[in-house]
C-alpha cells in the first residue's frame, strides 16, 4: 500500500527526521492560509498523489505571495496529473500540502528497500538525487552507492558513515546523517515498509539535513497488524477497477487494451497475453478467479470486466485444476443470461471436468464462442474484435 508524501513525512518526522513546515490542504482559501500559518516568503504548493515524477508534471509549485499559493492550489485542486508514472489516466489531486520553501544546496537520493531475493533491505543513495535520478542511474551507474543490511545486526553506524562520505556530505553532518538513516532503517522495520524513499534529501545553508520529498510503501500482508498505517489508505488513488475486485476478493491487473480476460492464476494470465498480442489485439485486463470458483464467483468476475466500457470482447480461459470446468460454465451461462452482455464471450476450457463444462455450454445454447487451445482462444478474441481474421 502506498502513502502520500505528507503522511510518510509526519511518519518519518515522529522517528526524528527533519522535515520542512507544512500543511494540509483541500482548498486554495485553506492552501493561503496554511501558507501564512508556516510564515516566511516562499512556499511549495504540492499535489499529493500516489506517484513520484509530481515535479516534472507541474505538480510541484514554488510561490512567493500567499496569493500565489491560492492559485497554485486552485489550479491542482479536481485535476488530473499525468505523470511518468501515473499512466495516461492519471490520478486525481484532491490534497494539497503547503511547505515552506528551502533554499537547499544539494540534492541527495536516498533509497531504502525491501530486496526479498536477498531477504535485506538495501540502501540506495546518490550524489545527484532530485527529479532527474532515473537518468543517473542509467548513465551513470557508478554514482550509486548501496549496502545491504544485515538483519541480525541491523543497520550499523559504520555502514551509514560509508553512505554518508559516499554522497559526498561534509564530516560535521555526518552524525546527523547517521540517526536518519537509522531512523529510516527503525521506521521500515517497525512499520513493515517494503520501500521508503527520500528524494531529494537536502543540506540548508545552516547546515542541517532536511527531507524535502518522502515515500513509503508498505507491505499489503502486514497491513493487519499496522492499524494506524492501514487508515492512511487513500481509496480516491487507487485504480477502481482494481479496488472493486479488491473489495470483493478478486484479484485484477488494469491495462490499456479491449480483451476483457478471465483467467485463473499468474502463469496463464501471462501465456494468455502472448496468445492475444500474438495474434495482434491488447489485453484490456487480467481478472483471475483464483482456485476453486463457484459460478458466482464467475458472475461477479463478469460484472467487473464489462464494467470498463474498454472491452470489446470477453475471453473466458480457465485450466481447471482445483477449479471445476462445469462450475465456470454454468457461471458463464448465468452471466450470459442474467447481465447485458454487449460484447463476444470466447470460452476457452480445459482440465477438471471439461466435458461436462462443455456440455453445459452447448445445451444452455446461450451466445458463446468456444474453443480448444489456447492459441485458438486468443485468435478468436482478437478476431471477434476486429471483425478480421487475425
Ligand atoms: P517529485 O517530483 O514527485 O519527486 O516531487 P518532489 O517533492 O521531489 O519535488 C520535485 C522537486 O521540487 C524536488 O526535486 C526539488 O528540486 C524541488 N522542491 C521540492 N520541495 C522544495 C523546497 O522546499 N524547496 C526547493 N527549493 N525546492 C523544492
Ligand atoms: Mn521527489
Redesign the pocket.
Known amino acids: 500500500m502506498e502513502i502520500h508524501?505528507y503522511q510518510a513525512k509526519a511518519i518519518l518526522a515522529d522517528y526524528g527526521v527533519a522535515i520542512?513546515d507544512g500543511g494540509l490542504a483541500y482548498s486554495p482559501e485553506q492552501a493561503a492560509y496554511r501558507a501564512s500559518e508556516i510564515g516566511g516568503e516562499?512556499?511549495?504548493v504540492?499535489?499529493q498523489i500516489h506517484?513520484?515524477?509530481?515535479?516534472?508534471?507541474g505538480?510541484?509549485k514554488?510561490c512567493g505571495h500567499e496569493r500565489e499559493v491560492a492559485e497554485a492550489a486552485d489550479e491542482l485542486l479536481g485535476k488530473r496529473l499525468v505523470?511518468a508514472q501515473t499512466g495516461e489516466r492519471g490520478k486525481g489531486v484532491y490534497r494539497l500540502y503547503v511547505?515552506?520553501?528551502?533554499?537547499?544546496e544539494s540534492?541527495i537520493y536516498l533509497g531504502f528497500v525491501l530486496d526479498r531475493s536477498a531477504e535485506r533491505v538495501t540502501i540506495v543513495a546518490s550524489a545527484s538525487?532530485?527529479?532527474d535520478i532515473e537518468e543517473i542511474v542509467a548513465s551513470d551507474p557508478g554514482s550509486i552507492v548501496r549496502i545491504n543490511v544485515e538483519p541480525a545486526v541491523g543497520l550499523q553506524a559504520f555502514e551509514a558513515r560509508e553512505i554518508a562520505f559516499a554522497v559526498g556530505l561534509d564530516a560535521s553532518l555526518v552524525p546527523q546523517a547517521v540517526q536518519l538513516m537509522t531512523s529510516c532503517y527503525r521506521a521500515i522495520l517497525d512499520l513493515d515498509a517494503t520501500m521508503l524513499e527520500i528524494?531529494?534529501l537536502?543540506v540548508t545553508a545552516d547546515g542541517r539535513l532536511?527531507a524535502?520529498?518522502?515515500?513509503m510503501i508498505f507491505d499489503d500482508n502486514a497491513l493487519f497488524r499496522h492499524q494506524d498505517v492501514s487508515e492512511l489508505r487513500d481509496k480516491s488513488q487507487e485504480d477502481p477497477r482494481e479496488r472493486t475486485a479488491v473489495d470483493r476478493g478478486l484479484s485484477y491487473v488494469g491495462l490499456e487494451g479491449d480483451i476483457g480476460c478471465i483467467i485463473n492464476g499468474a502463469g496463464l494470465a501471462m501465456a494468455t497475453m502472448d496468445m492475444i498480442k500474438h495474434a495482434g489485439g491488447e489485453p484490456a485486463n487480467f481478472l483471475d478467479i483464483g482456485g476453486g470458483a463457484s459460478p458466482e464467483r464467475v458472475l461477479k468476475a463478469f460484472r467487473l470486466v464489462l464494467s470498463d466500457d474498454k472491452v470489446k470482447a470477453v475471453l473466458v480461459n480457465i485450466f481447471a485444476g482445483i477449479n471445476r470446468c462445469d462450475w465456470v460454465a454454468e457461471g458463464v451461462v448465468q452471466a450470459l443470461r442474467q447481465l447485458e452482455v454487449p460484447v463476444p464471450v470466447v470460452v476457452r476450457l480445459s482440465g477438471t471436468n471439461v466435458e461436462e463444462g462443455r456440455q453445459i455450454l452447448k445445451e444452455a445454447d446461450v451466445p458463446v464462442i468456444t474453443a480448444e487451445s489456447l492459441a485458438e482462444a486468443g485468435t478468436k478474441a482478437v478476431e471477434s474484435v476486429t471483425g478480421r481474421a487475425a
Do not use: I, Y
Open positions: 508524501e520542512p516562499q512556499w511549495v504540492k499535489a506517484s513520484g515524477a509530481r515535479g516534472k508534471a505538480g510541484v514554488l505523470t511547505e515552506a520553501a528551502v533554499a537547499g540534492e538525487g532530485g527529479m528524494n531529494p537536502t532536511l524535502l520529498d518522502a515515500k
